[in-house]
């Protein structure tokens, strides 16, 4: 899976469309614009974590418990500090 930063596949009221195995997630969407200008752990997580509700929401081979524990990693490196932005060199 890929996931993509990208305006023309998502419009502003959609967080994310799924397109086969790419995730494309919307620039202008408040909770991305969010993480942009407040690019703080806790902005990731929630990013981090409605973006897995959508794909949890759309693909049927995702289910509940794969979510709760997505959840939980997500929770745990938040608390332990190792929740953090990575920028590509």
Known sequence: ??????????????????????LFVSPNHPLVLHAIHDPSPE???????ALFA???????EVENRHERTFQLEV??????????YVTPV
């Open 1 to 22: 899976v890929f996931i993509w930063v990208h305006a023309e596949h998502a419009k502003r009221d959609e967080l994310c469309v799924i397109d086969g195995e790419n």
């Open 54 to 60: 959508h794909v949890n929401a759309e693909l049927d």
């Open 75 to 84: 929770a745990r490196a938040l608390a332990e500090g190792r929740l953090q």
């Open 43 to 49: 902005a990731l997580a929630w990013l981090l974590l």
